[in-house]
């Protein structure tokens, strides 16, 4: 068993399809956020919306780290490039992404030095080839990607390396899926969790959406019959609370060990999102006995003045009021070559999903409403 | 992805052809021969196949 083709079989796809349709045959019209964006892009990739009835509506969320981080933080990794010898260390996802005025690829067409890497530990490998040089890394990403870069500036102060630092731009789910919940324009009634942050945090801390916001979740795993068999245990569920469908990665008090990592090296802190504003206890900060490894301490950036591009939608498209194909700029002006908002940029955007799997259903100046109803998805089984 | 060497806290993991280094400081007491899940070079969770055949078994009994 290698719990990926298993997950993908065609047969017991349909049936489980074909239970969600049977469940769901009720006058009452689903409206279910997947807050993940490696779900929106799965679910685009396998075809699933065409699997469900009419009265099920997916959305998708806030859940790509990539996406959510604002322009202000770009700019901010921009010019401390710029300003410094220090090398840049990232994964390839954010180097696309657009800042105010240019974007890490742009930079270093202009001599800055940065560096994909697949995971932290490869940045403070990097600090001990250069000692020299500041090695800074990007720390982008939710409580999944957290605890690695907690690990890592563990490892950099037990090994005394202090040409590393992490410029910290975490954030945290729970926070702003109450911001979400809370959002009369948004009107959900469940979400579609995140596997993988789960793995981390575990079923409690979203306990609440249930308790005071009477939304029904379930914690999904990522192939096919995870997503549907989660959508199932939402309608099914006899009052709102949070089903777990990925037991075989995620438990329910989550990777204690990972908490703790957190904890050591992080504390809470306010955190802006694009699109959302700034949320109240959604990000993390590195604790002041590690200011050693803050790349904002050690260096003092100075403020940096973020503009948006106003045209584009990504904020909207991020909180699940708008789809892509409603923004002027989707498919024309930006594109996965040339993106505008960051959305398009990163593989788990939702722009970069709809652009991927259904722009041909979406001629240009497609009104709203009828952007809604035609969605037409590409299916492609992996067997 | 399977753990095929340990030593200290890195691990030689693989999934079909693909071999790649794990970081295995985020779980406890990981044996070599676990399947493991992978993100941004740490395995941050093992994959218990007691559930994962328990979830196929309730999704026939769904279907």
Redesign the interface.
């Known amino acids: 068993?290698?719990?990926v083709d298993?997950?993908r079989d065609r047969r017991?796809v349909e049936?489980?399809a074909?239970?969600v349709r049977r469940r769901a045959r009720t006058p009452h019209a689903w409206r279910i956020m997947e807050v993940c964006g490696t779900h929106t892009m799965n679910i685009f990739r396998f075809g699933l919306r065409d699997l469900l009835p009419g009265n099920i509506e997916l959305v998708s969320g806030p859940g790509c780290p990539v996406c959510v981080t604002p322009n202000a933080y770009v700019d901010k990794a921009i010019k401390l490039a710029e300003d410094t010898d220090a090398i840049i260390a990232t994964?390839g996802d954010m180097i696309k992404v657009p800042g105010s005025h240019s974007s890490l690829e742009k930079a270093r067409g202009s001599g800055v030095t940065v560096k994909t890497v697949?995971?932290?530990?490869?940045a403070l490998t990097l600090a001990k080839k250069y000692p020299s040089r500041e090695v800074v890394f990007l720390g982008v990403?939710f409580e999944?990607?957290a605890?690695?870069v907690a690990?890592t500036i563990l490892a950099a102060k037990r090994g005394g390396v202090e040409n590393f630092s992490v410029l910290c731009g975490h954030k945290t789910m729970p926070e702003a899926l109450k911001v979400l919940a809370e959002d009369p324009k948004l009107k959900v009634d469940g979400f579609l969790l995140p596997g993988?942050v789960s793995?981390?945090i575990g079923s409690k801390p979203y306990e609440f959406l249930c308790r005071k916001h009477r939304l029904r979740c379930a914690i999904a795993g990522f192939e096919p019959?995870d997503i549907l068999?989660a959508i199932?245990m939402i309608v099914a569920q006899s009052s709102p609370k949070v089903s777990l469908?990925y037991?075989?990665?995620?438990?329910r008090r989550g990777?204690t060990?990972?908490q703790g990592?957190i904890r050591d090296v992080f504390e809470k802190t306010a955190s802006t999102w694009r699109g959302m504003g700034e949320i109240a206890d959604s990000g993390l900060k590195i604790r002041r006995k590690f200011s050693g490894f803050d790349a904002e301490r050690k260096f003092r950036i100075g403020p940096v003045r973020p503009k948006e591009d106003r045209r584009c939608m990504c904020g909207e498209v991020l909180k699940g009021v708008k789809i892509p194909p409603q923004c002027r700029l989707f498919g024309r002006l930006c594109r996965p070559e040339s993106p505008v908002g960051a959305c398009m940029v990163s593989s788990e955007g939702t722009c970069a999903a709809y652009f991927k799997y259904s722009r041909s259903s979406f001629p240009p100046g497609l009104s709203a409403r009828r952007a809604g109803g035609v969605i037409r998805k590409k299916k492609r089984w992996i067997k | 992805m399977k753990i095929a060497e340990i030593s200290g806290d890195e691990a030689l993991v693989t999934?079909g052809g693909l071999r790649r280094k794990a970081?295995l400081?985020?779980?406890?007491n990981a044996k070599v021969g676990e399947?493991v899940?992978i993100?941004?070079?740490?395995a941050?969770?093992?994959?218990?196949?007691s559930?994962?055949?328990?979830?196929?078994k309730?999704?026939?009994e769904?279907?």
């Open positions: 068993m290698k719990y298993e997950f017991l049936k489980v074909a239970a994964f697949y995971s932290c530990m490869d990403g999944t990607t605890p690695t690990r993988h793995a981390v019959l068999e199932y469908e037991s075989r990665i995620v438990a990777n060990l990972a990592a | 999934a970081n400081s985020l779980l406890k399947y899940l993100h941004a070079g740490f941050i969770e093992r994959v218990k196949s559930e994962a055949k328990r979830t196929l309730a999704l026939e769904l279907a």
